[in-house]
């Protein structure tokens, strides 16, 4: 089997299975979260604080996040989401509703990450023409 061959074949399990295969998960914007696709999954959201409950995305969306299961891995303690609203975030967590992340780890990405063009990125690993560039490498690869 080529390798094209391959990544169709997983997109295809990958869809059969609800979108989520073992060890990968989505990056997806508050918008692909609205659409429901990914409710009950495992995905990775990315944008900026707002509130200590609230994310605004990468599309400009807002996203409720559950932050009881969050991890506190911050060094001085603080955990949550208590960040600067400057500072671009990545939440992961399980998409418990179309506009609501219950959050397992959060992790700064800086103030200069550019949201526009990250969402432009995520919009197109979505389509067919790109997925086997976004697809899990094959194993022993």
Do not use: C
């Not at 390798?3 to 998960?25: K, L, P, R």
């Not at 400009?60 to 009881?68: A, D, H, I, P, Y």
């Amino acid at each position: 089997m080529d390798e094209q061959q391959y990544y169709e074949e997983d997109h295809q399990q990958q869809e059969e299975a609800g979108g989520q295969i073992d060890g990968a998960f989505a990056r997806v914007n508050g918008g692909m979260l609205q659409s429901g696709r990914f409710e009950n999954q495992i995905v990775s959201l990315v944008g900026q604080v707002v509130a200590h409950d609230t994310i605004r995305t990468a599309d400009g969306s807002s996203v409720r996040l559950v932050t009881e299961h969050l991890a506190d891995d911050t060094e001085d303690g603080s955990g949550g989401l208590i960040v600067d609203p400057n500072t671009v975030v990545e939440i992961m967590g399980q998409a418990s509703g179309p506009t609501e992340l219950t959050a397992f780890i959060r992790r700064e990405l800086g103030t200069d990450m550019d949201l526009g063009l990250y969402n432009q990125m995520i919009t197109m690993q979505q389509k067919d023409k790109y997925v086997q560039y976004f697809s899990p490498a094959p194993e022993g690869q």
